[in-house]
């Protein structure tokens, strides 16, 4: 009698099983990543965490409810005047100065609102491409002065350089202390967009917290910003300082 070949339909019922099994795993690790995901959206509170200090820096986080974009304030304070640091925060040339490159100031509305574009390196990642609206405001009774930007990715027509940022809703708050002083708070609400997951993006904006506010209150007390911003002469009609009048 010749022997059975082993090439028949066993061999081939076998594959099918382990298709099927393969097929019915990825489901179920599809479906268990929608549900996490779902979860860990729509769960979080308006209250702030905190993280611990570092160099005089003091960083908190928040996860709403109904978002996967995770919340940072940072605060800390330097000596500064009102006048010298909103100048700071409207000057597009400081990006020689933070990090950030190909600045472009879109509109001058008014002395306190323009819109501009400029450009972060995320290596490595694809560039990042912000374009914003840049408010500026100053609350009468305590003097606190706030620098709002407010992304805007519409407003100009794509660009290849980068990935447009989709969201940003960054603010920065200078309320005046004593002896010269001013309490700073960063608070960092963005989402770059692209593919990178929202929790790598968490782990950036949590360094971004800390690294801002240190970098700023060492460049204050620098030469370069105190011959760029520093003259006592030079007044914004919008901001007044604590100790005017």
Same mark, same amino acid.
């Given at each position: 009698? #010749? ?21 019915r795993? /990825?489901?179920?690790?599809?479906a ?16 702030? =965490? ?18 996967t ?19 700071f *925060?409207?000057? +597009? ?10 600045y472009?100031?879109l ?16 290596? +490595?990642? $694809? ?6 609206? @840049? ?12 620098? =709002?930007?407010?992304?805007? +990715? ?13 969201? *940003?809703?960054?603010l ?9 002083? &001013?309490?700073?708070?960063? &608070?960092?609400? *963005?989402? #770059?967009?692209?593919? &990178? ?7 950036? =904006?949590?360094?971004?917290?800390? &690294?801002?506010?240190? $970098?700023?209150?060492?460049? @204050? @007390? ?13 007044? /914004? ?9």
């Amino acid at each position: 009698m #010749e022997g059975v070949s082993s090439t028949g339909p066993a061999p081939a019922r076998k594959k099918g099983r382990i298709k099927r099994f393969l097929l019915r795993s /990825l489901l179920v690790l599809v479906a268990a990543a929608v549900v996490a995901h779902l979860g860990y959206k729509y769960t979080g509170s308006d209250e702030w =965490h905190a993280l611990p200090e570092k160099d005089g820096v003091k960083v908190f986080w928040q996860k709403p409810a109904g978002t996967t974009i995770v919340k940072y304030k940072g605060t800390t304070r330097f000596r500064s005047s009102l006048t010298s640091i909103t100048r700071f *925060m409207q000057d +597009p040339t400081t990006c020689d100065d933070v990090g950030c490159t190909d600045y472009v100031v879109l509109d001058n509305v008014s002395p306190q609102v323009q819109y501009m574009s400029f450009v972060y390196n995320y290596k +490595p990642f $694809n560039k990042r491409q912000f374009v914003v609206k @840049v408010d500026v405001s100053q609350d009468a009774a305590t003097k606190a002065v706030k620098v =709002h930007y407010l992304g805007d +990715p519409d407003r100009i027509p794509p660009n290849d350089c980068c990935i447009r940022v989709p969201h *940003m809703n960054n603010l920065w708050t200078f309320k005046p202390a004593a002896n010269g002083e &001013i309490d700073v708070e960063y &608070i960092v609400d *963005m989402y #770059e967009g692209g593919m &990178i997951p929202y929790f790598v993006y968490s782990t950036i =904006h949590e360094k971004t917290a800390y &690294i801002a506010l240190r $970098n700023i209150g060492n460049f @204050v @007390v620098s030469d370069k910003f105190k011959e760029k911003y520093g003259d006592p002469s030079v007044r /914004l009609a919008y901001i007044e300082e604590p100790n005017a009048g």
